[in-house]
């Protein structure tokens, strides 16, 4: 069974930067696709990045601001977020899945994010 572990969250003032970690346990994941996913108070989980063997993704609303990078032999997965503002604010999750299928198998529990103007 995969098990996903989120780290690095914290309170930041705009502009600020943090850099967030998954760290997987269980299986090696270097050919899943790995992703980073948001919940704000309040609002649907939505779509932060994601990462596969060869390519990146990014929501508009990030792009240019977050970096989404992988370390296979650590198995981790990384979203450094720079020029943080406060409609960022919310717990993030990583999340991972096979390339053959549409739907995350495996989630983390969570880091917060909280970002104060």
């Known amino acids: 069974q995969v098990q996903l572990a989120e780290s690095g969250g914290g309170m930041v003032q705009s502009g600020g930067s943090l850099r967030l970690s998954c760290a997987a346990s269980g299986r090696t994941l270097s050919s899943y696709v790995l992703g980073w996913f948001r919940r704000a108070p309040g609002k649907e989980r939505e779509f932060v990045a994601t990462?596969?063997?060869?390519?990146?993704h990014y929501a508009d609303s990030v792009k240019g601001r977050f970096t989404i990078s992988r370390d296979n032999a650590k198995n981790t997965v990384y979203l450094q977020m720079n020029s943080l503002k406060p409609e960022d604010t919310a717990v993030y999750y990583c999340?991972?899945?096979?390339?053959?299928?549409?739907?995350?198998?495996?989630w983390g529990q969570g880091t917060q994010v909280t970002v104060s103007s």
């Open positions: 990462i596969t063997v060869s390519s990146t």
């Open positions: 999340g991972a899945r096979r390339s053959t299928e549409a739907k995350y198998q495996y």
